[in-house]
């Protein structure tokens, strides 16, 4: 527990072991039981039972700083990380999202419009339409520019969560690793980068599709490697599964200039933040069949496998370098650019 | 592109990396004890840590990090003046290294939690862009980082400046840190890897009457996988041989010389002083201060950061008890410690050892000791 | 306090230059390199300065000094080390 007096600090929400700390310190308090997977769980959303299906449930809010970035904005963002969230537990198919914003007095309504059509546009390319929404405004510098939150609801017959994988099953990553974190940070920090940083920010529901229906229930765990990374996401996965997880550092696909841009500012791509990506844990007799249906999707020609699961040091996360081995440190607080 | 790629990546080859492992094996077979060598540079930390070094370096061979991380030992009451700067209200621009570094009360991050104008910027020219977009205010880079950094902040200071920009020098000089190690009896530490780009800028000549007068043999190091393992390399070579030299092994950065120009921007600029070093005490010429001919540039003198509300004593006397300097050293364990993992822990560190994410104490209050990873299970499944 | 990137130069205007560091390109500002520099250059950067041009030529002869580490230490009696030394001279030969 934080000291007294403690307050929330931008740690808290970058998706790393201060943010977990957060949500089971605070909000776990909240849980109560469900015949499915509830708030207890911490996964990507709630499954609840309705008759021989599931409900899956998923919520997002989605802060953006800027809110128009090299490939995507706002809008894309918080259709695809809730049509993302949903497809992580098996729902490919959503019945319907929300949609909730909050604006500063004074946003330009050139901007909130552009915002609308990139809504519209993801919400159509995911299949997933709007139902509903609601619009509140506050003061000038009481947030910055505009809060986007999206719910989405879906049915699916079989829930994947994040806590499946045992030991000998493989990891996939759906392809490139880093694209969006750094197309956002290189904007952010006004590094002066010049150079074809552009974010992944895509809905992965299609893409999830093939992957279930090529490896069925040997699709054991999934999870969308956001904020913290692949190295969140995994840290995760072996926490909740209780296997050790093993990366091979030269398997996992970094574009050259991602990787160029994480060097000079000290970044390790692997916590960097993914928006069209997928982790998929899957038994080691589907990996092929499973590598092929995504490779043959658009979102993931350059799928991979990149790691396996261990019986051994359950909870950690080993990255073999090609050279050595060393435990993935779990991202602390927000990236920063470093020089040393 | 893949061409330029490939020049970068040889310095990457794991089949290489077996053959030095290999060589250094048997060099520590034919000296037939346990031998001690240090790096004094966070940067070596980052890259042997980031690439798994450790587990192919020999087991008689101890690899102990230095007092070589300028971050780390940047100590509490210097962040205390860049906080106290912001809480009075000037903009403190600092490389994102420092904005989590903890001074004696608080960090450079909770200041900007409670709406202190707190930037990180990559480079100081960014922390004068600043400046130039906020004339009314007082702008203060906290300049951090060894010479090879000091430099860059010697070269802003010496070219056109708005009124308003100042300097909050925390920089560090990487000899004194050798120093420190050297002139402590206990210390078992036999050889040395110098760091690669601080020497860019000082040269490896600089090193020679080190080498001579410790009888400790110096090696000038790159960063890349090989760089490091090639250097331990020689390292043990001329420890084998007892020959108490500098070898340059980072030939396409490092001359004798060094950097000319460069020196003479940064000693025109700074000069060393000494100062105190968190966890480790006071270092003769560890810090550089920049010289009174730019007083009118030094926030220090300019500004006068009035410590009083945010420096918490009782914090800085438990320093006192802090291990570090003998944790780093060799000479102690982090359980030695009568602070760690009490008042001494990731989230509220009290020493250098703590700060680093590589560092000694930090890795053992995360994982429970340095963990063994070589005996853990092979290669991934479904890999063709 | 050494992270630095090699990255080439694309071009020079005045005491600044572009460069590309594999695909990203940033302004490094030039006061502090210790000799000068041209385009297609290699240089080193350090928070946004190039701090040293790096001569192509030393690019090999640092290649050569892990293979003369190797030499010494009787490594070169070694399979894995032959292997090594093949990858070298592979290396060289496509230039």
Known sequence: MEKPGAKIGLKHGSGGRAMRQLIEDVFLELASPVDGIGLAALDDGAALRVGDQWLVVTTDSHVVHPIFFPGGDIGRLSVSGTVNDLAMMGATEPLGLTCAVVLEDGFPLADLVRVRDSLKATALEAGAPFVTGDTKVMGKGELDGIVLNTTGVALTRRVVSDAGLRAGDALIITGHVGDHGMAVMSRRHDLGLQGDLRSDVAPLNGLVRAALLAGGDDVVAMKDPTRGGV?????????????????????????????????????????????????????????????????????????????HAIAERPGSVILDTGLGRRLLTEPEGELLPRIC | MAKDLTLELKFRDPARARALADAMQRNLDAI???????????????????????????????????????????????????????????????YGDMLRLPGTSRSLADAQADGARVHVVYSVAQAVDVARAHPADEVVFMASGFETTAVATAAVALGELPANFSILSVHKYVPAAMEVVSRSKASAIEGFLAAGHAAIITGHALFEPFAARTGAPVVVAGFEPLDILAAIVKLTDLIREGRPEVFNAYPRCVSREGNLPAQQVLWKVFQPRAGTWRGIGEVPDGNLDLRPEWAHLDARRRLEPDVSGVRDDAAAGLERDCLCGPIMLGLAAPHDCPLFGRACVPEAPVGACMVSSEGTCRIWHTYGGAPDLRRVEGRAAGRG | MC?????????????????????????????????????????LNHVGFAIRRIPPDEVQETLALFDQILDVTGAKDDLMAMDVRGEIAAARAKG
Not at chain 1, 268 to 285: F, H, Q, S, T
Not at chain 2, 50 to 55: D, E
Not at chain 3, 4 to 28: M, N, R
């Open chain 1, 231 to 307: 190295s969140g996401a995994l840290h995760e996965m072996a926490a909740k599964g209780k296997v050790g997880i093993v990366v091979e550092e030269a398997q996992v696909p970094v574009r050259d200039q991602v990787r160029a841009a994480c060097d000079m500012l000290g970044i390790d791509p692997l916590l960097v933040a993914n928006e069209g990506k997928a982790v998929i844990g899957v038994r080691a007799a589907s990996v092929e069949r499973v590598l092929a249906a995504l490779r043959a999707h658009p979102l993931g020609r350059d799928a991979a496998v990149f790691g």
């Open chain 2, 32 to 94: 037939g004890r346990e031998v001690s060598v240090m790096h004094v540079c966070g940067s070596h930390e980052q890259a042997i840590a980031r690439f798994g070094l450790r587990a192919v370096l020999p087991p008689q061979l101890r690899l102990i990090m230095g007092p070589g991380c300028p971050v780390c030992v940047t100590d509490g009451p210097e962040v205390d003046e860049a906080v106290a700067l912001a809480q009075g209200g000037a903009h403190v621009c600092t």
């Open chain 3, 3 to 43: 992270l630095g990137v090699p990255g080439k130069v694309l071009a020079i205007d005045g005491l600044s230059a572009t460069v590309d560091f594999f695909g990203v390109q940033k302004e490094l500002r030039l006061d502090i390199v210790d000799e000068p520099v041209a385009v297609g250059d290699y240089v």
